[in-house]
């Protein structure tokens, strides 16, 4: 095989520099493995911030739009307990904003049920909204925290 001079020039400089590169690398300073970037939730459903925010207002104010539940969440809630969480969440105050975290995997869900988790801030605080619509379009769940837990579960 007959190398063009300059082809020859080249790969005798490849030959060259390669081991320099290699020896270099070797004596530098050890770095840290750099941490996967995040990645970002997918796009927020608009409809279903919406239906966040108004599960918020209205279950502060013990104001609750029953035919927007799907029947197996419309029959776990008792006036009690409306009253209960209204309380605890008046407290809180007015809504001031609203964060889109990104779906949740929430384990025992139903087939067809896709849950959402918001950070809403309020006058008075921080709430986490995690919002469950069925396949109909139904809210199968509306969970409300302080907090959320941490991978401990502390």
């Excluded at 840290?32 to 459903?45: F, H, L, M, N, R």
């Excluded at 067809?112 to 469950?132: A, H, I, W």
Aim: proline share 8%; aromatic share 8%; with cysteine.
């Amino acid at each position: 095989m007959h190398l063009h001079r300059g082809a020859r020039a080249f790969a005798l400089a490849l030959v060259v520099v390669a081991p320099f590169a290699f020896v270099g690398q070797a004596s530098a300073r050890p770095h840290p493995t750099p941490t996967p970037a995040a990645t970002a939730p997918p796009p927020e459903i608009p409809s279903v911030r919406k239906d966040a925010i108004q599960q918020l207002v209205r279950w502060q104010a013990g104001d609750l739009d029953r035919s927007s539940y799907d029947a197996d969440f419309n029959a776990k809630i008792s006036d009690a307990m409306v009253q209960t969480i209204s309380t605890a969440l008046g407290q809180k105050g007015a809504l001031q904003s609203t964060v889109y975290l990104g779906p949740v995997q929430v384990e025992g869900a139903p087939p067809g049920v896709t849950s959402y988790l918001y950070k809403m801030q309020c006058v008075n605080g921080v709430l986490y909204e995690r919002l469950s619509i069925d396949a109909d379009g139904k809210i199968a769940g509306v969970l409300f925290r302080d907090s959320l837990k941490t991978p401990t579960g502390d």
